[in-house]
């Protein structure tokens, strides 16, 4: 079964189908170190608090580097997926996201859902 469910996400690349609450986990693993998803609350990133769907570099009081102010990105899941799965850098040369990307597609899909739910 749970080999029919792998081959039809890898057949619907479109589709995220992540698990919500096990994307709370990867996020703490991988981001929670410079992000946190509470409105307002910056620490060395952004908030992600509203992430998928908001435009990049939108937090009025986060000094944000000039590359990411310029990339002018809307921040939808699938532009979430292109930027996470490779290092910030390669995506948004001179970013100051020190941060070499997430190459497990599950967890990438999991933490999507997860950010999609922090509203
Ligand atoms: C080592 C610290 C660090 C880690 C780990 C990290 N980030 Fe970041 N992130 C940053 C910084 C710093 C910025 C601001 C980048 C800039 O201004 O160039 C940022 C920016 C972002 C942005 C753009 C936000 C906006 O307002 O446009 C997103 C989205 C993002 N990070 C998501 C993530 C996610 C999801 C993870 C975990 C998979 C993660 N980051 C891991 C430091 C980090």
Redesign the pocket.
């Known amino acids: 079964m749970a080999g029919l469910i792998v081959g039809w996400l890898a057949a619907s690349p479109a589709v995220r189908a992540g698990d919500a609450s096990a994307g709370a986990d990867?996020?703490k693993s991988?981001?929670a170190?410079?992000?946190a998803v509470k409105e307002g609350r910056n620490k060395?990133?952004?908030s992600?608090f509203g992430?998928v769907g908001?435009q990049?570099?939108?937090?009025a009081d986060?000094n944000?580097?000039d590359?990411?102010k310029q990339a002018q990105w809307t921040?939808t899941q699938d532009k979430?997926h292109w930027?996470?799965s490779q290092p910030?850098k390669t995506a948004?040369p001179g970013?100051?996201?020190?941060?070499d990307g997430?190459t497990d597609a599950k967890q990438l899909d999991d933490?999507l859902s997860y950010?999609s739910s922090v509203h």
């Open positions: 990867v996020f991988e981001c170190e410079c992000h060395k990133g952004p992600l992430i908001r990049s570099g939108s937090i986060y944000y580097s590359a990411l921040w979430l930027y996470l910030a948004n970013t100051k996201m020190k941060y997430l933490l950010l």
